[in-house]
């Protein structure tokens, strides 16, 4: 999937292929993760006033990324082992800071093993209309890097996707900023397992380097 690519079924291909992409790549458990991180973890958050995440949540929502993308189980041994009014505070300022991503993304990696990449995560189960997850494979597509875990890449991605979610939306059809990035990451894992041949050579080479606390 070209990024640059205006073609809105294009999209809605790449983005109705993802459950089957989370099957394809038969890693334990991704399937409930991902279905407990797109469609229950939204409900949890939404029906609370103030809305926030706790601990346990937080500590799936780990395993959902991790699971999808890297396993670093250091990250998760951090995660876990939060103070609940610890994180619940954190998260409490992060969803009442939006729309401010910045102060929101501030708000959240103050907690031990939640970088920008975490954080957005937490974001995105919350606001996927304004807030994308920061994965690889979105990072990649719409920047050309994955390499830069930082906060001021991360508002490069978000401003790249919530455009991209305002272009296809203005077609007719209805984009979130999250629809764009799970339609990016659904579409290179085709293409790595040769289900998809229109993704750029680039996304096959992205993990070669060290990067920072995600």
Do not use: H
């Not at 501030?106 to 919350?126: D, F, M, R």
């Not at 304004?130 to 979105?138: C, G, L, T, V």
């Not at 508002?155 to 979610?165: E, F, M, R, T, W």
Request: glycine fraction near 4%; charged fraction near 25%; hydrophobic fraction near 40%.
């Amino acid at each position: 999937m070209d990024f640059k690519c205006s073609d809105s079924e294009q999209w809605k291909a790449a983005l109705s292929s993802y459950g089957a992409s989370i099957e394809s790549l038969n890693k334990p458990n991704l399937v409930s993760l991902d279905d407990f991180y797109r469609n229950e973890l939204p409900g949890f958050l939404r029906q609370r006033n103030p809305s926030y995440i706790t601990t346990p949540e937080l500590s799936k929502l780990m395993q959902w990324k991790l699971t999808r993308g890297k396993w670093r189980p250091r990250l998760l041994d951090f995660v876990s082992s939060l103070d609940n009014a610890v994180v619940r505070s954190a998260s409490e300022k992060a969803f009442q800071s939006l729309p401010d991503i910045s102060k929101a993304i501030s708000a959240l990696t103050v907690l031990k093993g939640v970088g920008p990449a975490t954080a957005s995560a937490v974001l995105a189960a919350y606001a996927p209309d304004i807030a994308p997850f920061m994965s690889d494979e979105a990072m990649v597509a719409a920047i050309g890097n994955s390499k830069d875990y930082t906060l001021k890449q991360y508002l490069v991605l978000v401003d790249k996707l919530q455009a991209k979610s305002k272009e296809l939306s203005a077609k007719g059809d209805s984009f979130t900023p999250s629809d764009v990035e799970r339609a990016l990451w659904s579409s290179a894992v085709g293409a790595k397992s040769g289900g998809l041949s229109q993704e750029p050579k680039d996304v096959n080479s992205k993990r070669k380097s060290k990067r920072k606390r995600a």
